[in-house]
């Protein structure tokens, strides 16, 4: 059983960066979409950004466009996001996954921005 495991969180001043990682044990990510989610308290679980296969179509939601990054590294099966320009409201659990026929959801990595 394919098993997702995000790292990199953590807790982060307003403006600052930091670098999330994603892998999978069990399983590979194939030639699936994926992408990133976070899910604040309070809210539903939301699409961040996600990445084709080949890295040549990214998309971004608009709260977050020019500030984060998604990349992918397909031989070492893992899936990124660089977060810059931090703000409060990124403040989340922010998960892994395909786009369609997803795995189960990982334990996430918590990213909180505060002063």
């Known amino acids: 059983q394919v098993q997702l495991v995000e790292s990199g969180g953590g807790l982060v001043q307003p403006g600052g960066s930091v670098r999330l990682s994603c892998t999978a044990s069990?399983?590979?990510?194939?030639?699936?979409?994926m992408g990133w989610y976070r899910q604040a308290p309070g809210k539903q679980r939301e699409l961040v950004a996600s990445?084709?296969?080949?890295?040549?179509?990214?998309t971004y939601a608009d709260s977050v466009k020019g500030r984060f990054t998604i990349s992918r590294d397909n031989d070492m099966n893992t899936l990124y996001l660089q977060m810059n320009s931090l703000k409060p409201e990124d403040t989340a659990v922010y998960y892994c996954?395909?786009?369609?026929?997803?795995?189960?959801w990982g334990q996430g990595t918590q990213v909180t921005v505060s002063s």
């Open positions: 996954n395909r786009i369609s026929s997803r795995y189960d």
């Open positions: 069990g399983g590979r990510f194939g030639i699936h979409v």
């Open positions: 990445i084709s296969f080949g890295g040549g179509s990214r």
